[in-house]
């Protein structure tokens, strides 16, 4: 089994410019979310979906936009990239709000 | 939503076992209190979670205080694998936030 599976595992863009980061699970999990962790913290909520259709923002969402057009795939959108968004990406889903998560291996953004 | 405290690090001698404390002292009735690892380099990976009795699974268990304002992961015996980053997390039905902080950082000492 794949579970969450990320793509680009590594990015380097300019600022401003625009990146989509691929997010795609095979557990047909309704729920899944978008997390950054800076170096030495803990992981902050960016986005996160209950089900198809149904976005909604976590605590950190500025800059970044989200869509969830199936079950399977949670794109993660960067508009213009900033230097402040230097940081690694994680994408998790889960069964339910309150059931155990799993997290992809991240994907490590570098904006220059 | 009630955010955690935790110890920055905690050392443990390998094959002992370990207790890593969480506070949360404004916990509401439905936060639910969970504690996910990170490896080095890698992504979380979910270790337990709880309501309001004790719990058990086969890779620890969670010892929730009556009061429910404090919380211990308890690994039975501590191996090099587990030195990780622990992070205690509570979440509310229909929250919208899932707070990591910044964890504690355990050690295992051969």
């Known amino acids: 089994n794949a579970g969450v599976t990320q793509t680009p595992k590594f990015q380097v863009l300019k600022t401003g410019q625009s990146m989509t980061l691929q997010c795609a699970q095979d557990?047909?999990?309704?729920?899944m979310s978008w997390y950054r962790q800076d170096p030495g913290m803990g992981l902050r909520l960016i986005h996160y979906?209950?089900?198809?259709?149904?976005?909604d923002q976590g605590e950190v969402p500025n800059g970044y936009n989200v869509s969830r057009s199936t079950t399977e795939d949670f794109p993660l959108r960067l508009l213009s990239a900033a230097p402040s968004q230097t940081s690694v990406y994680f994408c998790?889903?889960?069964?339910?709000?309150?059931?155990?998560?799993?997290f992809g291996d991240g994907t490590r953004l570098s904006i220059l | 939503d009630a955010k955690t405290t935790q110890p920055n690090s905690m050392e443990s001698n390998e094959e002992e076992p370990v207790h890593l404390p969480c506070n949360h002292s404004?916990?509401?009735?439905?936060?639910?209190i969970h504690w996910y690892r990170q490896l080095p380099s890698q992504g979380p990976e979910y270790v337990i979670h709880?309501?309001?009795s004790n719990v058990n699974n086969r890779m620890a268990s969670l010892a929730i205080a009556e009061d429910r304002k404090s919380s211990t992961l308890i690994l039975h015996r501590a191996t090099l694998r587990d030195a990780a980053v622990y992070y205690c997390?509570?979440?509310?039905?229909?929250?919208?936030?899932?707070?990591f902080g910044t964890g504690t950082s355990l050690t295992v000492i051969p």
């Open positions: 997390i509570l979440s509310r039905p229909g929250g919208n936030q899932f707070y």
């Open positions: 404004t916990i509401s009735g439905t936060d639910y």
């Open positions: 709880g309501l309001t």
């Open positions: 979906s209950v089900g198809a259709g149904i976005t």
């Open positions: 998790a889903s889960s069964r339910g709000r309150e059931q155990p998560q799993h």
């Open positions: 557990m047909n999990h309704e729920y």
